[in-house]
């Protein structure tokens, strides 16, 4: 922690096996987020054959979305009780074998629960538990190697499209799906190279780490909790060592017993030698074979008792470390208002998305040039992942500072739409936009991580990517609304360019709070050492 003077660290290597970690989460990501932008196809192709409404449609495709979102923390928490890879595993199990099950379903219903439970189950199980294992082997170019890594759901989002209507318009949608569950078999094997790193430790080193996920500026916010949970679990396992000395106490009382009786009748049998002279070893045999019978009952007994206290004292110590974890991650004030900002962010990610071609529309563009609009803002959103992040890892740039500039830059962009009426226009704005959208999502991510405790990021990156997932839900709905009600686009986007400036306002706060407390852990090293 941030005020001990005589603390063990772990040395950060850069690279090694990390580079196989980022391919890992590359692929993840590309197959993921692809995954996403291929409903659209799908969801006409079930309209057609179901005879559904556009609104059942519209559940068949989104259900998917918001299982994620809602299965997101519990991703988290399974992945603090059992591991990254196990989970990572297991959910790009389910994933295939819920594509593979939707391609010979015949009803809707069967589709909701295999297309949008499984596979969104399965998704929420490889998003955020394999994002955290980049911290593990990254320090100085923590940002990059995130950047690249996300930078799979970019590359995704523009090559799963094309190859989606390929394998349509060849095989069908069944058979489309088929091979797309092939595709998402990949899964597994990314979770496969999910090796956690063990760290070498040294005890001569105290922890001055000037990067961000590994500052300890942020330790002291949960030292508190850390230390409440520490007392808890050593409660239990005292707890469990007196029930296996009183355990080992009753057995060892219980073979004196029998001693004792054995003693007994072998001081009556002496008495008695002339009178059972031809039965002499009778009794003592019978109580013998008494005592070996009773001492194995209770040994068999104990053993039981023994297993299952252990297993009653694992699980209470996985729930204590869990609820302690939470506590702990929605007391830090910081992570709240990175909550906030995760909604704004999923608000603004979105809707432009969204709304696209209809704002092109309305501008009077047609609609063959407004269907390459989406493809421009996913060409902006993959240099936005990637090329802002070696700004801030090797001119040292703070990354809420290029959160802000981000924030500031799509609020303007969103103030200037409603002007704008020309397919240029359009084009730079789509362009611009998903820049400063992909900048914005690599680096809350990342400042998420920084600012919570490394055994708790797990969790806190679920919730952060369920929060994300409502307001991508909330702010086409929003702007749905706003377009109904005033017949234009102009209130949709000056409400979304309000939300920007706020979100923009929150990072400043968080950065200037970030750069206090580096601050003050530089003050209290300083007098550690002297």
Same mark, same amino acid.
């Given at each position: 922690?941030?005020?001990?003077?005589?603390? =063990?660290?772990?040395?950060?290597?850069?690279?090694?096996?990390?580079?196989?970690?980022?391919?890992?989460?590359?692929?993840?990501?590309?197959?993921?987020?692809?995954?996403?932008?291929?409903?659209?196809?799908?969801?006409?192709?079930?309209?057609?054959?179901?005879?559904?409404?556009?609104?059942?449609?519209?559940?068949?495709?989104?259900?998917?979305?918001?299982?994620?979102?809602?299965?997101?923390?519990?991703?988290?928490?399974?992945?603090?009780?059992?591991?990254?890879?196990?989970?990572?595993?297991?959910?790009?199990?389910?994933?295939?074998?819920?594509?593979?099950?939707?391609?010979?379903?015949?009803?809707?219903?069967?589709?909701?629960?295999?297309?949008?439970?499984?596979?969104?189950?399965?998704?929420?199980?490889?998003?955020?538990?394999?994002?955290?294992?980049?911290?593990?082997?990254?320090?100085?170019?923590? =940002?990059?190697? &995130?950047?690249?890594?996300?930078?799979?759901?970019?590359?995704?989002?523009?090559?799963?499209?094309?190859?989606?209507?390929?394998?349509?318009?060849?095989?069908?949608?069944?058979?489309?799906?088929?091979?797309?569950?092939?595709?998402?078999?990949?899964?597994?094997?990314?979770?496969?190279?999910?090796?956690?790193?063990?760290?070498?430790?040294?005890?001569?080193?105290?922890?001055?780490?000037?990067?961000?996920?590994?500052?300890?500026?942020?330790?002291?916010?949960?030292?508190?909790?850390?230390?409440?949970?520490?007392?808890?679990?050593?409660?239990?396992?005292?707890?469990?060592?007196?029930?296996?000395?009183?355990?080992?106490?009753?057995?060892?009382?219980?073979?004196?017993?029998?001693?004792?009786?054995?003693?007994?009748?072998?001081?009556?049998?002496?008495?008695?030698?002339?009178?059972?002279?031809?039965?002499?070893?009778?009794?003592?045999?019978?109580?013998?074979?008494?005592?070996?019978? $009773?001492?194995?009952?209770?040994?068999?007994?104990?053993?039981?008792?023994?297993?299952?206290?252990?297993?009653?004292?694992?699980?209470?110590?996985?729930?204590?470390?869990i609820l302690s974890a939470l506590?702990?991650?929605?007391?830090?004030?910081?992570?709240?208002?990175?909550?906030?900002?995760?909604?704004?962010?999923?608000?603004?990610?979105?809707?432009?998305?969204?709304?696209?071609?209809?704002?092109?529309?309305?501008?009077?563009?047609?609609?063959?040039?407004?269907?390459?609009?989406?493809?421009?803002?996913?060409?902006? &959103?993959?240099?936005?992942?990637?090329?802002? =992040?070696?700004?801030?890892?090797?001119?040292?740039?703070?990354?809420?500072?290029?959160?802000?500039?981000?924030?500031?830059?799509?609020?303007?962009?969103?103030?200037? &739409?409603?002007?704008?009426?020309?397919?240029?226009?359009?084009?730079?704005?789509?362009?611009?936009?998903?820049?400063?959208?992909? $900048?914005?999502?690599?680096?809350?991510?990342?400042?998420?991580?920084?600012?919570?405790?490394?055994?708790?990021?797990?969790?806190?990156?679920?919730?952060?990517?369920?929060?994300?997932?409502?307001?991508?839900?909330?702010?086409?709905?929003?702007?749905?609304?706003?377009?109904?009600?005033?017949?234009?686009?102009?209130?949709a986007f000056w409400f979304l360019?309000?939300?920007?400036?706020?979100?923009?306002?929150?990072?400043?706060?968080?950065?200037?709070?970030?750069?206090?407390?580096?601050?003050?852990?530089?003050?209290?090293?300083?007098?550690?050492?002297?």
């Amino acid at each position: 922690m941030a005020d001990s003077c005589d603390q =063990t660290t772990m040395k950060q290597r850069e690279g090694g096996w990390g580079y196989i970690i980022i391919g890992s989460v590359f692929l993840q990501y590309f197959i993921t987020l692809g995954f996403y932008q291929t409903q659209t196809f799908f969801f006409v192709e079930w309209q057609q054959e179901f005879s559904t409404s556009s609104a059942e449609a519209s559940v068949l495709v989104s259900i998917c979305s918001i299982v994620l979102g809602v299965s997101s923390p519990i991703s988290g928490i399974l992945a603090t009780i059992f591991g990254t890879r196990v989970v990572v595993i297991t959910g790009g199990l389910l994933a295939a074998v819920g594509m593979i099950c939707t391609m010979v379903m015949e009803s809707t219903l069967g589709i909701i629960l295999t297309w949008g439970v499984m596979i969104g189950f399965g998704f929420a199980l490889v998003f955020n538990p394999s994002v955290v294992m980049i911290s593990q082997y990254f320090d100085k170019h923590f =940002t990059v190697a &995130n950047g690249v890594a996300y930078a799979g759901g970019s590359v995704g989002q523009i090559c799963y499209p094309l190859m989606t209507g390929v394998l349509i318009d060849s095989y069908g949608w069944r058979g489309a799906v088929l091979v797309l569950s092939a595709v998402m078999c990949h899964l597994i094997v990314s979770g496969v190279m999910l090796r956690p790193k063990r760290a070498e430790k040294s005890a001569n080193e105290s922890k001055e780490s000037t990067y961000a996920h590994n500052n300890p500026a942020f330790d002291h916010i949960e030292h508190v909790e850390a230390e409440h949970e520490l007392s808890i679990i050593s409660s239990t396992r005292m707890e469990s060592s007196d029930i296996q000395l009183t355990s080992d106490t009753r057995h060892s009382g219980s073979r004196q017993d029998h001693a004792d009786v054995i003693v007994h009748h072998a001081d009556i049998n002496d008495g008695e030698e002339i009178k059972h002279a031809s039965k002499p070893d009778t009794f003592d045999s019978s109580v013998r074979k008494t005592h070996k019978f $009773t001492d194995t009952v209770t040994t068999k007994t104990t053993e039981s008792d023994k297993k299952t206290t252990c297993e009653n004292n694992a699980i209470r110590r996985h729930w204590v470390t869990i609820l302690s974890a939470l506590k702990s991650i929605f007391k830090n004030i910081l992570f709240d208002i990175m909550l906030v900002v995760f909604f704004i962010f999923g608000m603004l990610f979105y809707t432009p998305i969204a709304h696209a071609i209809p704002r092109a529309l309305e501008a009077g563009i047609s609609e063959s040039k407004a269907a390459l609009l989406p493809t421009v803002f996913g060409i902006g &959103n993959l240099i936005g992942r990637v090329a802002p =992040t070696f700004i801030a890892d090797f001119l040292h740039i703070q990354r809420g500072v290029i959160t802000a500039c981000a924030f500031a830059i799509c609020s303007i962009l969103n103030f200037l &739409n409603p002007f704008f009426n020309t397919y240029w226009h359009h084009t730079v704005y789509q362009f611009i936009y998903g820049t400063a959208s992909g $900048t914005q999502l690599v680096f809350l991510y990342t400042i998420i991580q920084v600012i919570l405790h490394e055994e708790h990021r797990v969790m806190g990156v679920g919730f952060a990517l369920s929060v994300d997932t409502l307001g991508n839900a909330a702010g086409a709905v929003s702007a749905g609304w706003m377009v109904d009600v005033t017949g234009s686009y102009k209130a949709a986007f000056w409400f979304l360019s309000g939300m920007a400036a706020i979100g923009a306002i929150l990072m400043i706060y968080v950065t200037f709070i970030e750069r206090t407390l580096r601050v003050k852990t530089w003050i209290s090293s300083c007098l550690c050492k002297r």
